[in-house]
């Protein structure tokens, strides 16, 4: 059997955890691995053994849980157990200031690809050493208060994320407004936190996130209007992902749209997609707001972005999200003849001057 350690925590009760694969007939057999530690604890033991099964199917294991010296055992479906112990996990590092600020870079849509801003991301940190983001976290299943603590405290990580950031670059921070508007948090002290990272406010934007269908319409409204009396601006998240989508774009009336990544790649390949893409880029920008097209990971995905009106673009091809501001090098267009042809759809000539005009103001 083989032992996996976890960080004990003395101060809470220690769990004997087995893992047991329930796929062995003989239940003599079954425990294949063993982790001893605290419910904040053991995700870090369970989550080496779960990194090691790689794409194996967890349904075939189950844990076998009990009080360390206790008699009495209980089991759970290994997933069920893992996200348990994990959320406790999280939930400690969040207590204890543990979130760390990654920073992923956004690019102007030109040959040279010149650095415009970041977006500043919280990771939480697994068992195995990688970094799982937010998203992940949250589907996990959190209740309310839960996820807005994790919520406050990513936000609050991501303000402080800004000291001793380039002030003359854009720094874009994912924000639920709800979290203003209940009160969790208040401009005074998010106005705070940015004064002492000595950020400007003027190259602050705060990123509605995804779950903006979830929102009262006067909520949002509320928020962009204290933003923009704050000198902060406003931008809306994967447009194309929510059923509400074009009622966020009235209500919010945004600086900034960021298009849905799913939507966006691969977007060459599909005529259909892409010509709603491009017909979606050039209304957003004829309404004032300036276009970040999401998910370019590739060069087809660069070439193909060059040939669209989006001012900016934000993906892996120019950098993944690092703990330092820092961008990949120069995409290399020699490389575009290896790919596919770039379908080019006709563009709207007309009815970009407020467009223009906010450009020349960034």
């Not at 406003?234 to 009336?253: F, H, I, K, T």
């Not at 060069?299 to 990949?328: F, I, K, V």
Request: net charge negative.
């Amino acid at each position: 059997m083989k032992l996996l350690r976890a960080k004990p925590n003395l101060t809470l009760s220690q769990i004997e955890v087995l893992v047991l694969d329930k796929t062995i007939v003989s239940s003599e057999h079954r425990a294949i691995a063993r982790v001893v530690g605290t419910m904040d604890s053991l995700w870090l033991g369970l989550g080496e053994f779960k990194s090691n099964l790689g794409n194996a199917c967890l349904d075939s294991f189950a844990i076998q849980y009990r009080l360390l010296g206790a008699s009495t055992s209980f089991e759970l479906p290994f997933t069920q157990f893992y996200s348990a112990t994990l959320r406790q996990g999280l939930e400690h590092s969040v207590e204890q200031g543990q979130l760390k600020c990654f920073y992923q870079p956004i690019v102007r849509s030109n040959q040279t690809v010149s650095n415009f801003g970041f977006e500043l991301l919280v990771r939480f940190e697994d068992p195995a050493g990688y970094f799982l983001s937010a998203k992940q976290f949250f589907d996990l299943p959190v209740n309310t208060d839960t996820k807005n603590i994790v919520l406050h405290a990513a936000f609050v990580a991501c303000l402080r994320g800004l000291a001793g950031f380039d002030p003359h670059q854009r720094a874009f921070v994912n924000t639920d407004p709800r979290l203003f508007t209940a009160g969790i948090i208040n401009w005074e002290s998010a106005l705070d936190e940015i004064c002492q990272a000595g950020f400007n406010r003027q190259n602050l934007v705060f990123e509605i996130i995804e779950s903006a269908e979830q929102y009262d319409i006067s909520d949002l409204k509320q928020f962009t209007s204290e933003c923009h009396s704050h000198g902060i601006r406003v931008a809306v998240d994967d447009l194309g992902s929510q059923n509400r989508g074009l009622e966020v774009l009235n209500a919010v009336r945004p600086d900034f749209v960021k298009l849905e990544m799913e939507l966006v790649r691969d977007c060459y390949k599909d005529p259909y997609r892409n010509m709603l893409v491009q017909g979606t880029i050039d209304t957003c920008r004829k309404l004032g707001a300036i276009v970040i097209v999401e998910g370019i990971e590739q060069q087809a995905d660069h070439e193909w972005m060059l040939s669209t009106n989006a001012q900016l673009a934000q993906g892996y091809c120019y950098g993944r999200p690092t703990q330092r501001p820092t961008m990949n090098e120069r995409v290399d267009a020699k490389k575009t003849a290896a790919h596919p042809p770039i379908l080019r759809v006709p563009h709207l000539k007309s009815g970009f001057s407020a467009t223009q005009q906010t450009m020349q103001n960034l």
